[in-house]
């Protein structure tokens, strides 16, 4: 049974920094891309960023510039490097990775299968 788990998140001022991670506990004989979604009270969840098999990166258009999406050398763990944080970047984090037919990259949220639990981050202003 494949299982996410994300860490990292926190209260950070508004221009800061925070650095998220997600260790999954496995990964499914298919293996396809993972991405970070997140999910602001009262909002529907949104994708963040997309990393496939190949390595290859696609950002929203509301964090290009500011955050990074990688994978350690192993490919074990993901991660989320959210630079200049603003107000409206809180929200609950997760990752997750995508269904073995998903066709990368796809930011709808169905086409993803496993899930972390997700990690709170608070932007103050």
């Known amino acids: 049974q494949v299982r996410l788990v994300e860490y990292g998140g926190g209260t950070v001022q508004a221009g800061g920094s925070l650095r998220l991670s997600c260790a999954p506990s496995?990964?499914?004989?298919?293996?396809?891309?993972m991405g970070w979604f997140r999910q602001a009270p009262g909002k529907e969840g949104e994708v963040v960023t997309i990393i496939d098999r190949a390595g290859r990166t696609y950002y929203s258009d509301s964090v290009t510039g500011r955050f990074t999406i990688s994978q350690d050398s192993a490919k074990r763990t993901l991660y989320l490097q959210m630079n200049s944080l603003k107000p409206e970047d809180t929200a609950m984090y997760y990752c997750?990775?995508?269904?073995?037919?998903?066709?990368?990259?796809?930011?709808?949220?169905?086409?993803?299968?496993?899930w972390g639990q997700g990690t709170q981050v608070t932007v103050s202003s």
């Open positions: 997750a990775i995508a269904h073995a037919w998903t066709y990368c990259p796809s930011a709808r949220v169905q086409e993803y299968q496993y």
């Open positions: 496995e990964y499914p004989v298919r293996r396809n891309c």
